[in-house]
């Protein structure tokens, strides 16, 4: 399995962009779709997972209320859509599949977002 992000950006503070993830190969009920990032000078941090199978779904408090997490099975796609961006939310947004939430064995390329106030 492969991981490709896309839709990262520059956009003005309060404004929205749709990140998706397209995984080429099969990907099992039980694995996790999760989305990391990582600012300049930071930590990567955990930013939000979906469950493959049942489509549960956890957020970091950072991005609760602001950022959805979907999938769609026909496409082999993930989605983050993030709505009402911050300044501290410009980072380069990493997709990657594990076994639990935050965990990962694959991981994407990035796609970089930049918020500008």
């Not at 600012?39 to 959805?68: C, H, L, N």
């Amino acid at each position: 399995v492969q991981l490709v992000e896309s839709g990262g950006g520059l956009v003005q503070a309060g404004g929205s962009l749709r990140l998706s993830c397209a995984a080429s190969g099969r990907l099992f009920s039980s694995t996790v779709m999760n989305w990391f990032r990582q600012a300049p000078g930071k930590k990567r941090e955990f930013v939000a997972s979906i469950r493959w199978g049942a489509g549960t779904k956890v957020y970091a408090d950072a991005v609760k209320g602001r950022f959805s997490i979907s999938r769609e099975k026909a496409e082999n796609t993930v989605s983050l859509e993030m709505n009402n961006l911050k300044s501290e939310d410009t980072a380069l947004y990493y997709c990657s599949s594990g076994r639990g939430v935050g965990e990962s064995d694959l991981w994407g390329q990035g796609t970089q977002v930049t918020v500008s106030s």
